[in-house]
């Protein structure tokens, strides 16, 4: 099994900046990949960004240019930088960590972006 621990997200204010982190632990295979998906109120949970332990990245069209996602196989941790913050960036984000036949989620940790 895989543990995965994010930080705590937060409040910010339109156009600020955020960085999440989220730490893997146990059964990690060295072929992985990892990423963020995030869910509104009212919707689907949707990826934000993703990346593999090549260090391939993924990103939802509404977060290219502003998010950036990366890794350090060596801590097994993924962060995602977000910049440029939007209010409809609100939402729960979830760290994701996934192998050839196994999936995990973090806990969810809620990051709210005031106008």
């Known amino acids: 099994q895989v543990q995965l621990v994010e930080s705590v997200g937060g409040l910010v204010q339109a156009g600020g900046s955020l960085r999440l982190s989220c730490a893997a632990s146990g059964s990690i295979f060295s072929v992985n990949a990892m990423g963020w998906y995030r869910q509104a109120p009212g919707k689907q949970r949707e990826l934000v960004a993703a990346?593999?332990?090549?260090?391939?990245?993924n990103y939802a069209d509404s977060v290219k240019g502003r998010f950036t996602i990366s890794r350090d196989n060596a801590k097994n941790t993924v962060y995602l930088l977000m910049n440029s913050l939007k209010p409809e960036d609100t939402a729960v984000y979830y760290c994701n960590y996934e192998n050839s036949d196994y999936l995990a989620w973090g806990q969810g940790t809620q990051v709210t972006v005031s106008s």
């Open positions: 990346i593999t332990s090549g260090g391939s990245t």
